[in-house]
């Protein structure tokens, strides 16, 4: 069969070896996904199975769509009959038919964390209980942990180690929050993301008759990226492959990065555990990337303790080596980002989607995203809306804009009645009609509430026309920055987001601290004269409304190293290298965490196919400030033979200081000589932030004069030689 010889003789084991117990550990590249998918089509083809009986499970519902198509590729349209998708995607479809079992409705609803929270933040009222010391999202991490190990709020409340956790954690009754909150879903006909991994467990563990029946039907399993699931999904697994033991796992201890939800590496030893015929494949051989990256990568994960030890190797070409690229700014940053990506596409004739921007948090998209436009290169942010479509940052957007002008209605309504102060939909509405009946500015309905509505919504709304007036008197006194970050604070917008302590939560905080970076950056650019907010707010409208390519069939992908897993391109930056930012703060307190640090290191690296490149700033705004940045202590566990130094990190923006000292490493291939060297200045690149240099547009190339340095909307910087007339 012509597709087997697709593949070399271990993995060609993997993919005739169809009965029985099979378990795939092997490095990044070297074909798991490629195995299961062939696998697939081998059962359907040579072996005659039934699509309908075969199960994948995999990382994400993308993930699945793209192996179903190659699948359809080798074998055609039957492929379509696979079951294939995530646990939580696919648990729910069997929950959906089984629910009355466990006297669910059909229609059941799934919580978003949000409602999750809103729910738990209700019951703790009702129990009279502080909701400072138990916090919505503090509740909920703890209640989803315990689910996630199949903890229900019965052996929750029986359990003497939980109770003695949660006593001196001074929340003595969280079990019992844990027992309302599940009765009140269940009373709601809802379940949260946890409760469709556990109720299945339910389900399979109470009526033998319906597993029974997903046993028969499911013949063949098969989990991609093993390594990140939890207990909850692995029993789920184990229950249904029970009947016929036709399971195929595949996955690599060295890519596990989510232990914070909860995945477990102990799957992996326990599946050896519990299949003891189980056929075990090793795959060495990495077909994604150079021999150069293949290197780098051993030479990163090789510092982890906690690993099984692989001999991952590639007969591809030697490749460029990786490129470390040193920047002042993170805007600098994302500016070399864009113009190389810009000048490699050009090169080596390369779409846009051959290249990958990944980061280590969400808030680190703005100074690429502007990067981006300014060279008019489409992208895409996978997994994560845009940075200015967001909403925390759509909301204080929409403070400074009614600010500066308080006829914006959109941003009005955005606004009013958030963070909560009491305003409900009704008044909102007779204040919109007010405006519209009378003839009269909005902003003149809302100073004058007391005259269109009544009662306590009539204060608030008052309360709100003094607050916007102080913020329009700040704003006339103040730069865009004072302005701002004191109408972010005042309007209680901070507040709101910091007491959420979720990730998702934390992020949002540093997103909205990103936006007030991004407009200290703008005051601070002496090429911006009028530094209001006004005028910064229009330059922000300009850029949101820069011709942007709306097809996005060929973009750059911009997104999180974690959800790059599993795929692949030809070129990879990985920026942000630098301590604090990745290795993120927040995970440096055990080696456990820092080895899954390291593992999301040796994730992102191998996504590259042909060429890598490590990026960092010396200097950052976070939290409003300029922050001098040490490199990245993972840079330093590169093998420095696999590295060079990129020259063209401009020097020409590098304060004196640099220039004199020259690049760290440009002594040669050696690297890293003087990479922790503490920056000699606080001096940060200024550019305008966003549009062009109007010196450029075209009516005004009159100006120009040889050695100016220019900026060009689509060829970016540079400098002009000579001029022709
Ligand atoms: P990851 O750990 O990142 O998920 P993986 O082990 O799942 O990686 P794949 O994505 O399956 O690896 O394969 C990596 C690349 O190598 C893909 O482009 C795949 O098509 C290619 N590849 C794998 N095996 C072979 C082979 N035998 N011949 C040619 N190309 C191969
Ligand atoms: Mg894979």
Not at 3 to 27: C, F, S
Not at 154 to 181: F, S, T, V
Not at 189 to 195: I, N
Request: proline letters at 3%; one cysteine or more; a neutral charge.
């Amino acid at each position: 069969m012509e597709y087997l010889d697709q593949l070399n003789p271990e993995q060609r084991k993997a993919v005739e070896h169809t009965d029985g117990p099979v378990m795939i550990i092997a490095g990044a590249g070297s074909g798991k996904t490629r195995v299961l998918t062939y696998r697939i089509a081998h059962l359907i083809y040579a072996k005659g199975v039934d699509p309908f009986q075969i199960l994948s499970l995999t990382f994400t519902n993308k993930a699945a769509f793209e192996m179903k198509q190659r699948i359809e590729n080798l074998v055609g349209l039957e492929a379509r009959n696979t079951w294939m998708g995530t646990f939580h995607s696919t648990f729910a479809k069997i929950l959906r038919v089984e629910s009355d079992r466990l006297g669910y409705p059909s229609n059941f609803t799934i919580y978003d964390t949000q409602d999750s929270k809103s729910l738990i933040k209700s019951v703790v009222k009702e129990m009279k209980l502080d909701d400072k010391i138990y916090k919505p999202a503090t509740v909920l991490s703890r209640i989803s942990g315990a689910k996630n190990r199949l903890i229900g709020w019965q052996k929750y409340q029986n359990d003497p180690y939980l109770k003695a956790d949660d006593e001196a954690a001074m929340r003595p009754r969280m079990g019992e929050i844990y027992e309302r909150y599940q009765k009140r879903m269940f009373k709601a006909g809802a379940m949260d993301f946890d409760d469709l991994l556990f109720n299945t467990n339910v389900l399979f563990r109470d009526h033998l008759d319906v597993l029974n029946k997903y046993q028969q039907r499911f013949r063949y399993i098969m989990v991609d990226e093993f390594q990140d699931t939890n207990l909850s999904q692995y029993l789920i697994t184990k229950k249904l492959a029970a009947a016929h033991q036709n399971i195929c796992v595949v996955g690599d201890d060295a890519q596990s990065i989510y232990a914070f939800r909860g995945a477990d590496i102990q799957n992996i030893l326990n599946f050896e555990k519990d299949y003891p015929d189980l056929f075990v494949v090793k795959l060495e051989q990495n077909y994604r990337s150079t021999k150069m990256i293949v290197d780098a990568a051993n030479s990163i994960i090789d510092k982890n303790k906690a690993q099984l030890k692989k001999n991952v190797w590639t007969s591809n070409m030697d490749g460029e080596p990786i490129e470390l690229i040193k920047t002042t700014s993170d805007n600098e940053e994302g500016r070399i980002v864009a113009t190389t990506i810009f000048e490699e596409r050009n090169n080596k004739k390369l779409n846009n989607s051959d290249f990958a921007i990944l980061y280590r948090t969400n808030s680190q998209s703005r100074a690429i995203e502007e990067a981006l436009r300014k060279l008019n290169l489409s992208y895409k942010i996978v997994g994560g809306l845009s940075f200015y479509q967001r909403k925390e940052i759509k909301d204080l957007m929409a403070y400074l804009r009614f600010t500066v002008n308080p006829m914006d209605e959109e941003a009005f309504k955005r606004i009013i009645n958030y963070p909560k102060r009491g305003i409900g939909d009704t008044s909102v509405e007779r204040i919109l009609v007010a405006a519209y009946e009378h003839d009269i500015e909005l902003w003149e309905v809302v100073k004058n509430a007391m005259s269109f509505l009544k009662g306590r919504a009539a204060n608030s709304v008052a309360d709100f026309a003094t607050m916007i007036k102080a913020f329009q008197i700040e704003t006339e006194r103040k730069d865009a920055y004072e302005a701002a970050e004191s109408i972010a604070k005042q309007s209680g917008l901070l507040r709101e987001l910091y007491s959420d302590k979720t990730i998702e939560g934390l992020n949002r905080y540093e997103n909205v601290q990103e936006l007030l970076n991004a407009i200290k950056e703008y005051v601070d650019n002496e090429e911006n004269e009028d530094k209001s907010l006004g005028a910064f707010l229009q330059e922000i409208a300009l850029l949101t409304d820069n011709d942007q390519d709306k097809d996005t069939s060929d973009a750059i992908t911009v997104m999180t190293i974690h959800s790059s897993k599993g795929l692949e391109f030809k070129q990879v930056f990985v920026v942000g290298m630098e301590e604090d930012l990745f290795p993120s703060q927040m995970m440096m307190q055990s080696r456990e965490d820092l080895e899954e640090e390291r593992r999301l290191f040796y994730v992102a690296t191998t996504r590259a196919k042909e060429k890598l490149y490590l990026s960092y700033a010396v200097t950052r705004y976070r939290f409003g400030r300029l922050l001098n940045c040490e490199p990245s202590r993972f840079l330093e566990e590169v093998d420095p033979r696999c590295i060079k130094v990129n020259k063209k990190a401009s020097s020409r923006d590098m304060p004196g200081a640099f220039r004199k000292e020259g690049l760290p490493g440009s002594e040669g291939r050696s690297g890293f000589v003087g990479i922790k060297r503490k920056p000699q200045s606080r001096m940060p690149t200024q550019k305008k932030i966003h549009t062009p240099s109007p010196d450029f547009k075209p009516s005004n190339t009159n100006n120009l004069q040889a050695e100016q340095l220019v900026e060009h909307p689509k060829f970016g910087f540079g400098k002009v030689r000579k001029i022709e007339v």
